[in-house]
Structures are given as C-alpha cells and as structure tokens.
C-alpha cells in the first residue's frame, strides 16, 4: 500500500482539518484502496482538490467518488481503467461544484458525454488521448449552454475529424463557448483542410481566445497553405491571443 494512503488513514486526517488539497498522482499501489481512503477524507470539510492522476484506480475507486461532494477539483487522468465501467464514469462523480476535470487518457467511452450538461461550474476540461471523441466530438459539446463557463478544452490527440471541428464550430456560434480561453486540438491530423479553414472564418465567436494550438505530431508532415489565409484574416479578430502553436505543419511556396 503506498506511503501516502497509509499516512492519511486512521485518526491521522483530524489533525489538520484545514486541509485543502492532497495529491496522490503517479501512487500506483493507491489503486483498490480509495474505498478506505475517501471514508476518512470526509473528515476534511475543506478539501477542495485531489489529485490521484496515474495511480492505477479501479472501477471501484471511482465509484466511491461521490462521497467526496464537496470537492471542486478532481484529477483521475491516466487511469485507463476507470473508463471501462459499466456505469457511467461521469455520473458517479460530483458534478455539481467541479470546476477542473481532467480526464485525458482514461479510455472513456461515448456514454460519458451524457454527463456534460451536469458540469454547471465547469471551468477546464482536458479529454486528450481518448480516441472515443474523434467523430463524437458533437456529443460531449451539444450538452453545453450559452451559460457555460469553460474557459479551458483539451481535446488533444482524440482523432478529430473535420465533421468535429464543424461541431466545435456551431459551438463556439450558438455562444456555449464564449468564456473559452485555451483550445489545445494539436496532433489531430485527420481533420481536412475545410475543418481549419471554417474554423477561422468564424473566429469572431472566439474573440476571448487567449492560447490556440493546432500542432501536428513531430512525425506529420500536411502542408498549412490551404487554410492559412483564413488563419491570417481572423488573427484581427483574436486580439486576446497570446499564444499561437503551428508546430509541425509545413508551409508550401508557390
């Protein structure tokens, strides 16, 4: 059993009641343990964020979430096998005040996007490496209001496709992106040239834009030509942005 597990167990927790955050990430023995471990971790009434990212959790563990309802920062990536439960991962977790999510390389599958519209106070989302989104990206983003406060979606390496990116597109319209701040859709190489380029043709719907990255993995090689003169044309339209990530594409010369 790892040392941390063992140090927050028993009478230990009711010493230091103003807890706020514990990080048990990249703990691989903490894996079947979070049954005992979120029992004693009510007895923190201020604990707002636990990270327990790489740490080889079961189903079970994840089950056990919801007893911890008042968190508003939760970090179970890297934990492949949580995404092959039966029951939703999402509905088992405390959505209601989760602000930080990351869940990239948990292997979900498409029923997680069912949850989304539960994420009221959400804030960041990172769905990176999880391959179910490529040609669903539509279901994850139907569920967001006008009234959304994300301000951070990763959909990195998820196998995008230009039908995706049209979806995020009709998103980013209808005003349920308009507190985003960071859009990371980088190593998503199967998105077609008409997917970028509708993209920043309406960028004014990404006016708040602060960081963009549309990289390509070191071993791709798609030229940019096609749609970098919508790129160029938005730019005026993105005078938030301060960081813009092209890396890998190439630039052809006529």
């Keep these: 059993i790892c040392l941390f597990c063992e140090m927050l167990k028993g009478q230990a927790l009711r010493f230091i009641p103003a807890l706020e955050h514990i990080d048990l990430s990249c703990n691989k023995e903490a894996g079947g343990g979070l049954t005992t471990l979120a029992t004693n971790l009510v007895l923190l009434p201020h604990l707002r964020s636990l990270d327990m990212h790489l740490c080889c959790l ?13 968190l508003r920062e939760l970090d179970l990536s890297f ?6 439960t039966r029951q939703n991962l999402l509905q088992t977790l405390p959505l209601s005040q989760i602000t930080k999510l ?13 949850a989304m519209q539960m994420l009221k106070q959400l804030e960041r989302l990172n769905l990176s ?5 490529g040609e669903n990206l539509r279901q994850f983003l139907e569920p967001l209001q006008p009234d959304c406060k994300l301000q951070e979606l990763r959909p990195s390496s998820c196998n995008l496709t230009t039908e995706d990116v049209l979806h995020l597109e009709s998103a980013c319209q209808r005003g349920a992106l308009s ?25 004014a719907a990404l006016k708040g834009l602060e960081e963009l990255d549309v990289s390509l993995r070191p071993s791709a090689s798609l030229s940019v030509s096609p749609w970098l003169p919508a790129l160029l044309e938005a730019l005026p339209q993105l005078s938030s942005l301060t960081r813009l990530s092209l890396q890998h594409w190439v630039l052809e010369f006529s």
């Design 58 to 70: 079961t189903k079970e563990d994840v089950l056990e979430a919801p007893s911890l309802k008042d």
């Design 79 to 84: 934990n492949k096998s949580v995404g092959d």
């Design 102 to 114: 990351p869940l990239n390389n948990c292997a979900l599958s498409t029923h997680a996007s069912t």
């Design 129 to 133: 490496w999880n391959k179910c989104v």
């Design 179 to 203: 507190h985003l701040k960071q859009l990371n859709l980088s190593y998503n190489g199967s998105v077609g040239d008409g997917g970028w380029t509708s993209l920043f043709e309406k960028a």
